[in-house]
């Protein structure tokens, strides 16, 4: 079976289009991310308490509990400001997600006055063994400390890249992946900020591994179009990469697409903890094969070409 | 033919080691030998708390070196205290070159007892509880203080307009006595102290947490008359919301845990409240039960308070002298309790105060499910990826698949051989390496179409596929392989899982697709007589 047979898109012709459409897509992200002050952080960055409790009645007779009689109860007991949410159960369970500022210190144990003041107003809810589902309390130092590495582990990781394909390429492939791999997190950022989704450690971790992808993409096209300069040196610079991206295309594809469905997979059935992990990932194959085609290569021809007008050395000597 | 060689016995040897350490995992009773090594879960799937602690050391003027000792100190008084709490199989760890400790408690449902029983500095004080005079004084004091520095508690203005004092005004109604308004509102403490039923030395569940911030700001604390302090008593468990008694107290302590021997748990079997339940028996050494003899011998009639980490737990009339060496605390204990205070107090004190700054619990329902979910995203996407290879590229889509199954497969093995510990994000990277690791074979593949569509003999696309592929795989994996090591230096628990399964992935996913079906590649195309490949 094949998809593909001999390809010839325009794809170098239509990169204009391509750079408005990239623009808009991350215009739009930052405008959202500039409305809300930056990224939507977790508790990992931020400091505080999240905890996912399980309320299935019971008792005979016991109702689900109300989202509004938890909030009623957390503000009387001094918890204000709590965010209440009911996320879906199987097999019937009642699960609600709670999401507070620390009130005072580490030692003051929000989560535990949290536990408390559940136990003792919905009884008839609690189950003692299967109560936490999960129950996490980052103190605000760890939270600061844990910015400063995520954005270093992304530095550090462009850095070794650039390094990697300078050397195996040239210092300029290495730039043009880098800006697509900006390209790639800019969109998944601000398609995260758009939806009000949270950035948390595991987002992160996906972050770097859009990097990962994306990049993996981008070299294989990079790898056919230094192939292909050397093979096809009378012809212009457009048109070889834009035949090397043409005979990549079904590979490009094939992978995107088992990528896409495995981590759609993961999406679909993988449970609560991963879901919006793998939702970032979903999106940054989309993004991150895109930008292999549309961005980076692109790149390479802008930057050949204004090399051409200065050195004037292809197609013309030979 | 000797590079063959060679190359069937790199694939042999990979094959038998992933076989040997992979098969535990799918056939039970095995010989015990060779289950020794095993894949452990981690917290988030098998469910537990972990813990991070910080030795605090920001009201302390220690050395580098006494720093040094403190967190060893602290590590192993904990490390006991854990032991002797009872879970199985307790990690606890040092953070390298910090003054963190990472404590992780599989299995445990209610991480509330375990963070009470690490935090607990178990500072035992004896001290007498003040005469009513001094009492007196003390209120007076802070009273004052409160009214003349209101602005910098703004958390008390409720205490300060009091309409009880507005009708005093007006039966008066001299100038004078106006001027004197400040002095009749200015009871803030006592008001703050007496319960709502009017008890004086009470406080309500709701004040508590203002008057802990008052207990804790240093110029609150120098206005308290010399020679004394004020104290909390303790929580009552089973009503957490009632009121709790104050103390004040004699700041000196008379006697200290250094003179503790030893404490042991025990069960009263009285009628009254007091003799009835779990208690906790001190025992001093010789010379703490000395100094106690005298103390209580020279001070019938006065009440001494046992303080544990600057609570109240009891402050009984001494009634006698007590000559044998030996303290009850009594009180609303639960076994529990009682049982985590005893384990505190004889594994010693904590050199230096510790804060919890990171606590994750994972409840084994979460845990469970999320294994069960991680198993079928991973058996459905598998199963779809291997379906559309076989679709797509016919019989050298098999080969593919094949050599997807070795992948996993080794990625299992190696992460039991290094006896890793396998998270839900570890779970994640393998399934992302299933889709990924095809990625390999796809590239070798349209090379060999591309060949075959150019007019090149089988035996020539195939070799000229893979040696060309075969750069192209390298700078793809190697700059992913560079991520996934960056993400293991940076990462925490369970990102470094995820980084680690990413990580052999990819190595496996190259021997897999360069060599390993490579190696079928030349076998089925020398050994056909077919001038036809299915690809």
């Given amino acids: ?318 | 033919m000797r590079n063959r060689k060679i190359r069937g016995l790199i694939i042999l040897v990979v094959l038998l080691v992933t076989a040997y350490y992979f098969l535990p995992m799918v056939v039970p009773n095995l010989p015990s030998f060779w289950t020794t090594k095993r894949l452990i879960l981690g917290l988030d799937l098998q469910g537990g708390t972990q813990i991070q602690l910080e030795v605090d050391f920001s009201n302390s003027e220690l050395s580098e070196k006494e720093r040094e000792d403190a967190i060893k100190t602290a590590y192993e008084i904990i490390r006991n205290r854990i032991d002797q709490f009872g879970v199985a199989e307790p990690l606890i760890q040092r953070v390298a070159n910090t003054n963190r400790i990472i404590i992780q408690l599989p299995g445990l449902k209610d991480p509330g007892r375990a963070k009470d029983l690490i935090g607990k500095t178990a500072m035992l004080e004896f001290k007498f509880v003040a005469s009513s005079e001094q009492m007196q004084e003390t209120y007076e004091a802070m009273d004052k203080f409160l009214q003349e520095n209101i602005e910098k508690y703004d958390f008390l203005e409720e205490f300060t307009d009091v309409e009880e004092t507005e009708e005093v005004v007006d039966v008066l109604g001299t100038e004078e006595d106006i001027e004197d308004e400040s002095y009749d509102n200015a009871m803030i403490f006592t008001d703050l102290t007496t319960s709502e039923e009017g008890i004086p030395l009470q406080i309500e569940h709701k004040h508590i947490a203002k008057l802990k911030s008052l207990l804790k700001d240093p110029l609150f604390l120098q206005n308290v008359p010399t020679g004394l302090q004020i104290a909390m008593g303790k929580e009552n468990k089973n009503d957490p919301y009632s009121a709790r008694d104050i103390y004040i107290l004699h700041r000196k302590a008379e006697i200290t845990g250094k003179s503790l021997e030893n404490a042991i748990t025990r069960i009263g079997q009285g009628y009254t409240a007091k003799d009835k339940g779990p208690y906790m028996l001190l025992e001093f050494k010789k010379s703490g039960a000395k100094k106690f003899k005298n103390i209580t011998g020279q001070n019938i009639g006065e009440r001494l308070a046992i303080m544990l980490d600057d609570i109240v737990f009891i402050a009984p009339t001494i009634e006698s002298r007590i000559p044998d060496g030996q303290a009850r605390i009594t009180g609303n204990f639960s076994i529990e309790e009682c049982h985590d205070y005893v384990i505190v107090l004889n594994a010693g004190s904590l050199p230096a105060p510790v804060n919890i700054i990171e606590e994750r619990t994972v409840g084994p329902t979460l845990g469970s499910d999320s294994i069960k979910a991680g198993i079928l995203a991973a058996i459905i996407g598998m199963a779809v990826v291997i379906l559309f290879m076989i679709i797509y590229y016919g019989l050298s889509g098999l080969f593919a698949d094949l050599a997807l199954v070795v992948n996993v497969a080794f990625i299992i093995a190696v992460m039991t051989m290094l006896e890793g510990t396998l998270t839900m994000p570890g779970i994640a990277g393998m399934i992302l390496t299933i889709g990924m690791a095809v990625d390999a074979n796809v590239i070798i593949f349209e090379r060999i179409r591309e060949n075959l569509r150019d007019g090149k003999t089988i035996r020539s696309a195939v070799d000229n596929g893979f040696s060309r592929a075969m750069i192209t795989i390298l700078d793809a994996n190697i700059t992913t392989l560079i991520t996934a090591l960056v993400l293991y230096q940076f990462g925490t628990g369970p990102i470094k899982g995820f980084a680690v399964t990413l990580s052999i992935g990819i190595v496996g996913s190259m021997f897999a697709s360069i060599i390993l079906v490579k190696a079928i590649f030349d076998g089925f195309v020398t050994n056909s007589a077919k001038d036809k490949l299915s690809i």
Avoid: C
């Fill in chain 1, 1 to 318: 079976m094949r998809f593909f047979g001999k390809t010839k898109i325009d794809f170098i012709g239509k990169r204009r289009i391509a750079f408005a459409i990239s623009l808009v897509i991350i215009l739009a992200g930052i405008v959202s991310l500039v409305i809300n002050k930056g990224p939507n952080y977790s508790i990992d960055f931020t400091g505080g308490v999240s905890m996912e409790l399980e309320l299935t009645p019971v008792k005979e007779g016991a109702q689900a509990v109300e989202i509004q009689a938890i909030r009623d109860a957390l503000t009387n007991a001094g918890i204000q400001d709590a965010e209440i949410q009911e996320i879906k159960g199987t097999e019937g369970r009642q699960l609600v997600l709670i999401k507070t500022q620390a009130v005072g210190d580490m030692k003051d144990k929000t989560s535990t006055k949290v536990i408390d003041v559940i136990k003792k107003e919905f009884p008839d809810n609690v189950d003692p063994e299967t109560l936490i589902r999960l129950q996490e309390e980052v103190g605000p130092k760890i939270g600061e400390e844990l910015k400063g590495k995520a954005i270093l582990a992304i530095f550090w990781a462009l850095l070794g890249i650039i390094l990697y394909i300078w050397w195996r390429f040239e210092f300029t492939f290495g730039l043009a992946a880098v800006a697509a791999l900006f390209h790639d997190i800019l969109i998944t950022i601000g398609i995260f900020s758009l939806l009000g989704k949270d950035i948390s450690l595991s987002i992160v971790a996906a972050l770097l591994m859009i990097v990962g992808y994306s990049l993996n993409d981008t070299i294989v096209v990079f790898d056919r179009i230094r192939e292909d300069l050397k093979i096809y040196r009378k012809e212009s610079y457009s048109s070889v990469i834009n035949h090397s991206i043409n005979e990549t295309l079904s590979r490009t594809i094939i992978t995107s697409l088992t990528t896409f469905v495995v981590v759609l997979s993961l999406y679909l059935f993988g449970g609560s903890v991963i879901h919006d992990f793998a939702f970032a990932i979903l999106v940054g194959v989309i993004v991150g094969t895109y930008s292999s085609i549309f961005v980076a290569s692109p790149l390479m021809v802008e930057h050949f070409n204004k090399r051409e007008k200065k050195l004037g050395t292809r197609g013309k000597k030979r």
